[in-house]
């Protein structure tokens, strides 16, 4: 493959919650020796400094200050929020509840969207996983993916990692696609050129070895 910039390294996956992102990516991370970026846990970064500062995250003014101001990092070693480990925190209930009306801010979203760019530049590319790094973030990513699954499959995976009853998340699924769909900004969509992958029955490795041929064939 011929790389003349870094967009040219990136590997973008897009898809709704439950879907297999997270595991897909971080597992093509490893084989393709790229590093791996989850820019789903910076809108958390930024609804749980939100909720911890008492900041309502219907505030946009100023949860757009704070997210400009926070220091955060997103690594596969963890989130550390304001200096502090937030790995586990920024999966809660109460985060998860609060994130859609973060993801719904267009500033805090150029925020981010400026903070994934460079980490791209700093990092020389990598795996990026959220829900608009094809179709806004890295348009001219090398490879595209949309990745997806039945909603009864992402909420039993859910459940499988944080517990709860599959009805449940299933629904709570639906609602939070149904609000990253409808947003004005950065709506949750496949971009041009992403290829579809139904990770519905299929393991981790089937997924990879997929995406590896994909790749080949750009
Ligand atoms: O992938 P996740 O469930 O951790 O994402 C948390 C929220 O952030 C979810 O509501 C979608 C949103 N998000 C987004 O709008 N854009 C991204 N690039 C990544 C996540």
């Given at each position: 493959?011929?790389?003349?910039?870094?967009?040219?390294?990136?590997?973008?996956?897009?898809?709704?919650?439950?879907?297999?992102?997270?595991?897909?990516?971080r597992a093509l991370a490893h084989r393709l020796s790229l590093d791996y970026l989850d820019t789903g846990a910076m809108y958390r970064a930024v609804a749980f400094a939100a909720l911890r500062r008492g900041i309502p995250v219907t505030d946009h003014e100023r949860v757009a200050e704070l997210a400009e101001a926070l220091e955060m990092d997103v690594s596969e070693a963890g989130v550390v929020v304001d200096g502090q480990d937030a790995t586990a925190a920024i999966r809660t209930r109460e985060v998860t509840?609060?994130?859609s009306a973060v993801a719904a801010n267009s500033p805090v979203?150029?925020?981010?969207?400026?903070?994934?760019?460079?980490?791209?530049d700093e990092h020389g590319g990598g795996v990026i996983e959220g829900?608009?790094?094809g179709?806004?973030?890295?348009?001219?990513?090398?490879?595209?993916?949309?990745?997806?699954?039945?909603?009864?499959t992402r909420a039993e995976r859910r459940v499988?990692?944080?517990g709860g009853d599959v009805d449940e998340v299933e629904s709570s699924i639906a609602e939070r696609d149904r609000r990253d769909m409808s947003r004005q900004?950065?709506?949750?969509?496949?971009?041009?050129?992403a290829y579809v992958?139904?990770?519905?029955?299929?393991?981790?490795?089937?997924?990879?070895d997929h995406v590896i041929s994909l790749l080949d064939d750009q």
């Open positions: 493959m011929t790389v003349s910039n870094m967009a040219g390294r990136v590997i973008a996956i897009d898809g709704p919650a439950g879907a297999g992102k997270s595991t897909v990516g509840d609060a994130v979203r150029e925020e981010l969207r400026a903070r994934q760019r460079r980490w791209a829900r608009d790094i179709s806004v973030v890295f348009p001219d990513a090398l490879l595209k993916l949309f990745v997806t699954a039945s909603p009864r499988g990692e944080i900004d950065g709506p949750l969509r496949a971009a041009d050129g992958v139904d990770t519905t029955g299929l393991g981790v490795d089937d997924v990879v």
